[in-house]
């Protein structure tokens, strides 16, 4: 059973911070696993006021499963992002996951690494725990039953 330190997201950092995983992650789509992270091989942003967003390894991800799309957006951290969507099994989750290609200096070892929408995939866990996608749409967080403090994305939140 994992278990999982009590962190308030309040005490997050500005600018955020990039720490290892130490536990395994999975990423489930169309019934199939599209991504297992061994502990230890990913990383996770934590940013104050955001539920941590991991980032899963390319070779953790059935790249077949992944294809790009023309989506780009900035992180004023991080640098630019491309998007991809998943198909698998006759379905198709649009701008799933992104990735960062050339990620600034500060966030280097997340290139060749991919993060998920929780609400994008049927299922995403951090050891056996099971995710709850961070509110809204607009932030990629995993929400864990050891957060607290207040987590933006629900409307109303956007810009404090």
Same mark, same amino acid.
């Not at 539920?51 to 640098?79: H, I, M, N, Q, S």
């Not at 960062?100 to 050891?127: K, N, Q």
């Given at each position: 059973?994992?278990?999982?330190?009590?962190?308030?997201?309040?005490?997050?950092?500005?600018?955020?911070?990039?720490?290892?995983?130490?536990?395994?992650?999975?990423?489930?789509?169309?019934?199939?696993?599209?991504?297992?992270?061994?502990?230890?091989?990913?990383?996770?942003?934590?940013?104050? $006021?955001? !539920?941590?967003?991991?980032?899963?390894?390319?070779? *953790?991800?059935? %790249?077949?499963?992944? /294809?790009?799309?023309?989506?780009?957006?900035?992180?004023?951290?991080?640098?630019r992002a491309v998007y991809f969507d998943l198909v698998l099994n006759g379905r198709r989750s649009?701008?799933?996951?992104w990735s960062y290609p050339a990620p600034t200096h500060r966030f280097e070892a997340i290139r060749? $690494?991919? !993060?998920?929408?929780?609400?994008?995939?049927?299922? *995403?866990?951090? %050891?056996?725990?099971? /995710?709850?996608?961070?509110?809204?749409?607009f932030y990629g967080g995993w929400v864990t039953p050891n957060l607290t403090g207040k987590i933006?994305?629900?409307?109303?939140?956007?810009?404090?």
């Amino acid at each position: 059973m994992t278990v999982l330190p009590v962190e308030n997201v309040q005490d997050y950092p500005r600018p955020p911070r990039l720490e290892r995983v130490t536990q395994p992650l999975r990423v489930v789509f169309a019934g199939v696993p599209v991504a297992e992270a061994e502990p230890g091989t990913a990383w996770r942003v934590l940013e104050t $006021h955001h !539920a941590p967003t991991y980032y899963l390894p390319t070779e *953790a991800v059935l %790249g077949a499963a992944l /294809v790009p799309v023309a989506r780009e957006t900035f992180c004023e951290w991080k640098g630019r992002a491309v998007y991809f969507d998943l198909v698998l099994n006759g379905r198709r989750s649009r701008h799933a996951a992104w990735s960062y290609p050339a990620p600034t200096h500060r966030f280097e070892a997340i290139r060749d $690494h991919l !993060a998920f929408y929780a609400t994008s995939v049927d299922a *995403a866990y951090v %050891g056996d725990i099971k /995710v709850v996608p961070q509110p809204g749409d607009f932030y990629g967080g995993w929400v864990t039953p050891n957060l607290t403090g207040k987590i933006k994305g629900a409307m109303g939140t956007l810009h404090w």
